[in-house]
């Protein structure tokens, strides 16, 4: 899971960044009302075609069974505000781009290419949040074996403790016997023990 999260994170900073350099390079043209150069026309053709494969990559995460639900819900907004809403003012854009004649001011323009890469970025905000408590999760397990793994050392080492303090206790009583016997029994008996 830790993979899936850090692709996906690779995959809204691609869609992101790229689309953010178009963003840029549109509102300037939109704001002095030029046509695009082909040149530029190209250049934004390749960037649109990264944040396209980046954005498939990460729409493909759906099909996943353990996606978590609300990375499933950035990625629905995502699909709303980036490639529907924000793809109506991205396409009168590149349709006006020959003739310079925009159907908006470059404010407008910043403003929902701002909400469609942001509806981006809010999958990453998700996945962090999911990776986050994933990762605590896993600290707190970490922790509770470490715990009863601790206890049972210690368990184990109190045992072991106390049947060296019975052996013990049982080799002094049984010499404390021998002697007591070696005392107590006339001589006479002690070499027909001895045999």
């Known amino acids: 899971m830790a993979q899936i999260n850090l692709a996906l994170k690779r995959w809204v900073w691609l869609a992101s960044e790229y689309a953010g350099r178009e963003r840029s390079t549109l509102a300037w043209y939109v704001a002095t009302r030029r046509p695009l150069p082909a040149e530029k026309g190209k ?26 639900p609300r990375i499933l819900a950035a990625i629905a907004g995502m699909e709303q505000g980036f490639l529907n809403d924000y793809e109506i003012s991205r396409s009168e854009a590149y349709a006006a781009a020959s ?25 990453a905000t998700a996945v962090s949040r999911v990776a986050d408590e994933q990762a605590e999760a896993a600290m707190r397990e970490s922790r509770h074996k470490l715990f009863r793994h ?24 049984l010499f404390r016997q021998k002697e007591l016997a070696e005392v107590t029994v006339p001589p006479y008996l002690r070499k027909a023990i001895h045999r």
């Open 43 to 68: 250049e934004l053709i390749a960037l649109r075609g990264v944040v396209e494969r980046s954005v498939h990559d990460i729409r493909a995460l759906k099909e996943l069974r353990h996606s978590d």
């Open 99 to 123: 003739s310079g004649d925009y159907p908006f001011d470059a404010a407008e323009w910043m403003h929902q290419a701002t909400l469609g890469i942001d509806s981006l970025l809010a999958v």
């Open 150 to 173: 601790a206890l049972i050392g210690a368990l184990a080492l109190g045992m072991a403790l106390l049947g060296v303090i019975r052996v013990r206790r049982t080799a002094n009583d």
